[in-house]
C-alpha cells in the first residue's frame, strides 16, 4: 500500500512503511552494532518491508487462503516449512499443534533419546546449503 507510506512525513522516510526508529532499536541490540548510517538503516528498513511483502504474497500464492482471499499463519507457516528460501524462518513461524499433540511428541523424544543418549548432536545452523 503506497497511500500508507505517503502519509509518513520527513523526506525519503515516506518510501518506506516500516517505523525507522524501531529498526534502529532492533539493529543496535547487536553487540557489534555501534553507529548506523542513515542509508544502512533506511536500506535495510526498504530491505525488510520488501521481503516481508515478498512472504506474504508467496505464501498467499501457495496457501490455501485463496479461496476465502485471506492469508492465514498456518499459511505464512506451511510456507517456512516447505519452501527452501523461507526454511530459516521455520522456528519464528512454526506449525501450530494442540498442546496434547506436543506432549506426545516430547514423550516420544524423551524415549527416542534414551535410546541414543551418547550421541547428542547440535543442529548447526551455520550449514544452510544456498544454491
Same mark, same amino acid.
Not at 38 to 63: I, P, R, W
Not at 86 to 97: G, T, V
Given at each position: 500500500? #503506497?497511500?500508507?507510506?505517503? &502519509?509518513?512525513?520527513? #523526506?525519503?522516510?515516506?518510501?518506506?512503511?516500516?517505523?525507522?526508529?524501531?529498526? &534502529?532499536?532492533?539493529? !543496535?541490540?547487536?553487540?557489534?552494532?555501534?553507529?548506523?548510517?542513515?542509508?544502512?538503516?533506511?536500506? +535495510?528498513?526498504?530491505? +525488510?518491508?520488501?521481503?516481508?511483502? /515478498?512472504l506474504a504474497t508467496y505464501s498467499y500464492k501457495h496457501g490455501?487462503?485463496?479461496? !476465502?482471499?485471506? $492469508? +492465514? /499463519?498456518?499459511?505464512?507457516?506451511? +510456507?517456512?516449512?516447505?519452501?527452501?528460501?523461507?526454511?530459516? $524462518?521455520?522456528?519464528?513461524?512454526?506449525?501450530k499443534i494442540l498442546a496434547s499433540k506436543y506432549l506426545k511428541?516430547?514423550? !516420544?523424544? !524423551?524415549?527416542d533419546g534414551e535410546a541414543g543418549e551418547d550421541e547428542e548432536?547440535?543442529?548447526?545452523?551455520?550449514?544452510?546449503?544456498?544454491?
Amino acid at each position: 500500500g #503506497g497511500k500508507m507510506a505517503a &502519509r509518513v512525513s520527513g #523526506g525519503e522516510n515516506r518510501l518506506v512503511s516500516l517505523p525507522l526508529s524501531r529498526i &534502529r532499536v532492533i539493529m !543496535k541490540s547487536s553487540p557489534e552494532v555501534s553507529s548506523i548510517n542513515q542509508d544502512a538503516l533506511f536500506l +535495510t528498513a526498504k530491505a +525488510t518491508e520488501l521481503f516481508v511483502q /515478498y512472504l506474504a504474497t508467496y505464501s498467499y500464492k501457495h496457501g490455501r487462503g485463496k479461496e !476465502k482471499n485471506a $492469508l +492465514t /499463519y498456518s499459511d505464512l507457516s506451511h +510456507t517456512a516449512e516447505e519452501c527452501e528460501t523461507f526454511q530459516f $524462518l521455520a522456528d519464528i513461524l512454526p506449525k501450530k499443534i494442540l498442546a496434547s499433540k506436543y506432549l506426545k511428541m516430547l514423550e !516420544k523424544e !524423551k524415549r527416542d533419546g534414551e535410546a541414543g543418549e551418547d550421541e547428542e548432536e547440535d543442529e548447526e545452523e551455520e550449514d544452510e546449503d544456498e544454491t
